[in-house]
């Protein structure tokens, strides 16, 4: 006689059961429309009750992955819909994604750019241009160890947004860095030390220009920076 789901030990956690579940959607055996099993048939092949199951699902709610239509169960959304947080889980899906979402992080680095640095020329005071000038600096040096110079390009967008003094730009920027630096592939890429010599004369010019309040030759020299940086972290995960 088969055990009910009632009757079944539970075996994972709330967030291991949104894990599982999540993980569905976004490599696509869970549609976009279609309507998720029904609570019990859920509980069954994952080996929990539904307790857990109803507490995953308003989890998946939260992040906007599914829609919860009383009377008819759990629809899956459209992934682009989602909350920000689960780009952490784009990233760390297994090797192929991993590698399309940290590219999709930089490459939304790169977009961001030009309007954060006009904001931040327009608002930042001398003396905060000035900091941020020998921060480049400072990442320009050839006495900067690998992992320092690493760890300068990542914060780039940071620095450049501290100085918009807008808070929802600050947020971003800092997800950004966190979400990079929490990437094991990420934290001694080769390729990109091995860069250095053609990325430090970016890092020098940004700098320069940062000071002048020039933000046409300061956002040529970002766009590069970051357009190389974004190249090189990303064919540091493919290897």
């Known amino acids: ?90 990233i760390a899906e297994g090797a192929e994604s991993e590698a399309a979402g940290v590219r999709e992080l930089l490459e939304l ?50 620095v450049f947004a501290r100085m918009t003094h807008n808070r929802v730009l600050r947020i971003l920027a800092n997800s950004l860095a966190r979400f990079l630096a929490e990437q094991g592939p990420l934290r001694a890429p080769g390729e990109l030390v091995a860069e250095r010599k053609k990325l430090r004369p970016l890092l020098q010019r940004l700098g320069v220009a940062i000071s002048a309040r020039d933000s046409e030759t300061a956002e040529r020299a970002g766009r590069e920076l970051l357009r190389r940086s974004t190249k090189l972290f990303a064919d540091g995960i493919r290897a």
Do not use: W, Y
Not at 25 to 40: H, M, N, Q, T, V
Not at 112 to 134: F, I, K, N, P
């Open 1 to 90: 006689m088969n055990a009910t789901p009632a009757e079944i030990k539970p075996t994972l956690l709330p967030d291991e059961v949104v894990a599982q579940i999540r993980r569905k959607i976004l490599d696509g055996s869970f549609a976009p429309g279609e309507r998720l099993p029904a609570e019990r048939e859920l509980a069954s092949s994952l080996r929990v009750n539904r307790s857990s199951i109803r507490e995953a699902l308003k989890k998946l709610e939260q992040l906007r992955l599914v829609e919860i239509q009383r009377g008819s169960g759990a629809r899956v959304r459209d992934a682009e819909h989602a909350s920000f947080e689960i780009v952490s889980s784009l």
């Open 109 to 158: 680095r790169e977009v961001v750019l030009a309007g954060t640095l006009q904001l931040a020329l327009r608002r930042a005071s001398d003396a905060e241009l000035e900091a941020c000038a020998a921060d480049l600096r400072r990442a320009a040096s050839p006495e900067r160890s690998d992992g320092e110079f690493l760890e300068s390009l990542r914060e780039l967008q940071v």
